[in-house]
């Protein structure tokens, strides 16, 4: 699944194992020599596991349920994900060793299991979902809203006055309701030097173990996965068993109201690969998916881009020495290093690369494609030269009614579920109540949309953007040649267009701006801006991000030139 | 953290939202209800610190929705109607209203007047006390249509006059009073309320009539129009008027009325009945208002082509000019007119229309402009020459009239 190569006898890319671990061509059956990396997943250096200390189980308390603790809920969490990104074509290890691996080491660092509980944090808070039980003569007790303030901004829920109105009826000096036994302990504490459990982690926990893996879904993708539905995230206590019962402060930790997003989980893995004390990952090699020649080609394709400019791609990633093996692979703790983000690069490359070729200057490129335009209509035949021109209308086109798609489904979403949340047993009929007249209006109002049915959520692709050459119609740019755009000199080839202007001319602190640089559209050529829209879609990410990592490309690739002409501040000739 | 662009629920339910009501703006009904679909588990969460609730979203949408869908019924209307009442207690009067709007606008009387006697034997704490206002409109509303009823069963006897069944007749009339009762009641109650009551004060004062009490018709008329509380209506003046007018009232009080329409609305249709009382009136005084009243209903776009008023204007201007007397209120009235009126109402393409479509219209225009602007001023040149080209005898006369009068003219434009 790592391996990438086009077939030598089919060119296609179709690979499986054999049971000697060799790849073969599932098309022809072309069997190589290429054997699968054995990946090591033996990191836990100090593994002393024991069991989870936990006291005697009262099963059905009240007839409510059993005990369950909040580690237990993410388990299951993280269980799901395991799975389903295993139906997407995840190899099994994932779940079974390397994430269930790193999740006991996460509870033993954080002292939730797998050790000796330290003295003094036995579990105080109540687990009853009732009314309330034995007052506890706990001078401390901390009051509900305290407790819905402390929580992090997890969507709207610590907005929920009815909760909180319900509960101080009731009293404060009762219990703090929980369907868990450590929710309350769970958001009370100061946890953020044992880095609280949330939702949007257990995405960077799968991302980890993808990234130990190697496996070929990139950081941006599984995120889209998860907001098209095929890994569960949003509503996942859906499948929590019936004993385990979700009431009161459980709704703040296990439902989310918001998608998480790309920094948000990427930062979080590298707090936690730190925090588990993981080495350096396995290597990323100019062989794994993740190497920037490889999604080069990937985004190439999906940008509807001549095949040719990825030997630019590969250029100008030897160049600046991202392509290095060092460089790609995650050592966590080493604060020194910028951390790669591997989609982003790519797509960066990409832009970099056309930035060189065609400058994106909103002249220049319009000006090369016309005498492309020129010279296809006299040469019929030989390939067709590139037309920047064409591009943008056919890919336009596209970007913009997917975009317009996307941008409804955005509106479509359904956030709640069948199972109903509440608080407490007391605004429960209040729930039910609702929801089952959200129920009725939405029967009632679905049988008026008319034929315009919610289609079935769409099968999971890695492709966003699909260009055939097959379509007559001259849509796809694969095959289109960059001739018009190249010259010779000294038998190398490079660009026609003399010219780049620097995004910036001087990063920005990222520790203390957030980014590298302030993208504002505005102040850029609209033909940049659209190559960065275009990307910013595949991706799901903000502009911004990507343009901060063409800054920093920029400014390796530029280094030398910008260190000495400090006075030349724009436009520089190569 | 600045995550703005993050998509949470409350985005993902504003952008569902603009969704619905483009569609709605375009009339994509199914559309909108296929947005709505989406939007409609806002309801399940708390927006009790924003100022418009989903629950209040929803009625809104929906309603319009099922008001404009093709293919949405009564019954559906009715079954949402009602779930809507149970959302929000704080509206629940409010919904109950409209819902009942929505039934008088369909025809249902019947199911209307249920409801408004089911809302009116609501209760719910303080609530009640809250809604107050709305509760008075519901009984309001409840005595219209017991006026409604009392106005067919009026009817039905009425009709029957001469061969009367009588015990048919007798429980009609039971009714009839009963509905008289209950009526007037809610009537009288709403029409205490500052406010624009028009229709209601027709009703209970059609009530008063026919039970004979006039001197409580009046002062609720008078109430309405006098009443400094009230909004400025000229319609109530206007029932004013009327009301005195059917019970042979005064010359002088029933002008007294139109004085003040006519202050406020000059453009009003009453102002020809009110000019035709001023000019046959002894008083100076009044016969001056009348000029004043004609001159200014005709400075609207809506008076151009009426016969009616420029006969009024014609017949005192004429009158005015053959007695030689009070020219000067002619002159003052001119004054602020001369300026635009020749373009607005005296234009050569005005002569040919007016000629071309009525005549009569032509005819009292052209008298007035040839009394104003002269004998030599287009239209009248055009009408008259006309006129006597096709040998009406009139205006031959008139003709010769405005010839005779011509120095007239100077002296109103010097």
Redesign the interface.
């Known amino acids: 699944r790592d391996f990438n190569e086009r077939c030598a006898q089919c060119s296609e890319v179709n690979w499986g194992l054999t049971d000697g671990g060799r790849y073969y061509c599932r098309s022809c059956h072309n069997v190589t020599e290429r054997t699968r990396e054995v990946v090591n997943t033996d990191f836990m250096t100090n593994s002393r596991v024991q069991t989870i200390s936990k006291g005697s189980r009262k099963q059905e308390k009240n007839g409510i349920g059993s005990e369950w603790y909040v580690c237990e809920g993410f388990q299951l969490v993280l269980k799901k994900q395991a799975e389903a990104l295993e139906a997407l074509g995840v190899c099994p290890q994932m779940k079974d060793e390397v994430l269930y691996n790193f999740w006991r080491c996460y509870l033993q660092k954080s002292k939730q299991a797998y050790c000796n509980r330290p003295a003094g944090e036995t579990v105080k808070a109540l687990s009853v979902c009732e009314s309330s039980t034995d007052v506890d003569s706990e001078p401390e007790r901390p009051s509900l809203l305290h407790l819905l303030s402390l929580s992090e901004s997890e969507g709207d829920l610590q907005t929920d006055c009815s909760f909180a109105s319900s509960m101080s009826k009731v009293s404060e000096s009762t219990s703090i309701y929980s369907g868990s036994v450590d929710g309350s302990l769970y958001l009370m504490k100061n946890q953020k030097e044992k880095l609280r459990m949330t939702m949007p982690m257990t995405l960077s926990f799968c991302y980890m173990a993808l990234l130990w893996l190697r496996e070929p879904i990139t950081l941006s993708e599984l995120l889209r996965f998860v907001v098209e539905g095929h890994i569960p995230y949003l509503n996942v206590f859906q499948h929590f068993p019936e004993k385990m019962k979700l009431c009161g402060l459980d709704l703040k930790i296990f439902c989310v109201e918001s998608w998480p997003v790309y920094e948000e989980v990427y930062n979080k893995m590298l707090e936690l690969a730190a925090f588990l004390d993981l080495p350096r990952f396995p290597d990323i090699t100019d062989s794994c998916f993740l190497h920037p020649d490889m999604l080069c080609i990937k985004y190439l394709m999906e940008a509807n881009l001549p095949d040719e400019l990825h030997n630019w791609t590969c250029r100008v990633v030897k160049k600046i020495g991202i392509g290095e093996v060092d460089f790609l692979t995650l050592v966590p703790g080493n604060k020194s290093t910028r951390k790669v983000k591997y989609d982003i690069l790519a797509a960066a490359v990409i832009v970099v690369v056309l930035k060189l070729l065609f400058l994106l200057d909103d002249h220049y490129e319009w000006s090369l494609s016309d005498f492309a335009e020129e010279r296809n209509k006299n040469n019929k035949e030989g390939g067709l030269y590139f037309e920047f021109k064409k591009w943008y209308e056919v890919v336009k086109h596209s970007l913009d009614a997917e975009q317009k798609k996307l941008d409804e489904e955005r509106a479509k979403y359904l956030w709640r579920c069948e199972k109903p949340l509440f608080y407490s047993v007391k605004n429960k009929s209040k729930v039910l109540k609702r929801r089952q007249m959200v129920v009725n209006l939405q029967n009632q109002f679905g049988k008026l949309s008319g034929s315009a049915r919610r289609a079935e959520k769409p099968n999971p692709s890695s492709f966003q953007l699909r260009w055939s050459e097959e379509n007559t119609d001259g849509s796809c740019f694969h095959g289109h040649s960059l001739k018009g755009i190249l010259q010779e000199k000294c038998g190398l080839l490079t660009a026609m267009n003399p010219d780049y202007w620097l995004c910036t001319v001087k990063l920005c602190n990222e520790k203390l701006c957030g980014h590298l640089a302030h993208y504002r559209e505005v102040d850029f050529p609209r033909s940049y801006h659209f190559v960065l829209r275009l990307f910013s879609f595949l991706l799901r990410i903000q502009p911004s991000y990507i343009h901060d990592e063409v800054c920093m490309i920029e400014h390796k690739l530029f280094n030398k030139k910008l260190y000495k002409k400090l006075k030349y501040n724009t436009v520089l000739r190569k | 953290?600045?995550?703005e662009?993050?998509?949470?629920?409350?985005k993902?339910k504003e952008?569902?939202l603009?969704?619905i009501q483009d569609a709605m703006l375009q009339k994509q009904?199914?559309?909108a209800?296929?947005?709505?679909?989406?939007y409609?588990?806002s309801?399940?969460?708390?927006y009790?610190?924003e100022p418009i609730s989903p629950s209040e979203m929803?009625w809104r949408i929906?309603t319009e929705?099922?008001c404009h869908?093709s293919?949405?019924s009564v019954k559906?209307f009715n079954?949402?109607m009602e779930?809507m009442k149970?959302?929000g207690v704080k509206r629940y009067l409010k919904v109950c209203l409209e819902h009942v709007f929505h039934l008088l606008c369909n025809g249902q009387i019947d199911e209307a007047y249920q409801n408004l006697s089911l809302a009116e034997s609501w209760r719910f704490g303080e609530q009640t006390a809250i809604q107050d206002k709305e509760m008075k409109l519901i009984q309001a509303y409840r005595g219209l249509l017991d006026y409604y009823r009392w106005s067919k069963q009026k009817n039905i006897l009425l009709g029957h006059g001469k061969c009367p069944d009588g015990f048919a007749d007798l429980s009609v009339e039971q009714e009839m009073h009963s509905c008289f009762r209950k009526a007037a009641v809610n009537l009288k109650e709403i029409i205490k309320i500052p406010g624009v009551w028009d229709l209601f004060v027709k009703c209970y004062v059609d009530l008063l009539e026919f039970y004979g009490d006039h001197n409580e018709a009046c002062q609720v008329l008078n109430e309405y129009a006098y009443n400094s509380k009230f909004p400025a209506n000229p319609n109530a003046h206007v029932y004013l008027y009327q009301f005195l007018k059917r019970q042979g009232e005064s010359k002088k009080s029933l002008i007294s009325t139109l004085k003040i329409l006519h202050d406020i609305v000059p453009s009003h249709e009453l102002m020809i009945d009110f000019n035709t009382m001023l000019q046959k009136s002894k008083k100076r005084k009044k016969r001056r208002l009348g000029l004043e009243v004609i001159f200014a209903a005709l400075d609207y776009a809506g008076w151009k082509e009426n016969v009616k008023a420029w006969s009024c204007l014609a017949r005192q201007v004429k009158q005015i000019v053959i007695s030689e007397k009070y020219l000067d209120w002619i002159k003052q009235e001119w004054n602020s007119r001369k300026d635009w009126w020749p373009a607005f109402h005296f234009s050569r393409y005005l002569a040919k229309r007016n000629w071309q479509e009525n005549k009569s219209l032509s005819y009292e225009k052209a008298l007035v402009a040839g009394i104003l602007l002269g004998k030599d001023c287009k239209y009248f040149k055009y009408v008259s020459h006309q006129g006597c080209k096709a040998q009406v005898k009139r205006f031959r006369i008139l003709k010769k009239f405005v010839n005779r009068h011509n120095p007239v003219y100077l002296r109103i434009s010097g």
């Open positions: 953290s600045s995550h662009h993050k998509l949470n629920f409350r993902s952008a569902c603009s969704y009904w199914k559309r209800a296929e947005f709505l679909t989406f409609v588990e309801l399940e969460k708390d009790s610190r929803i929906g929705i099922l869908h293919h949405s559906e079954c949402f779930q149970t959302l």
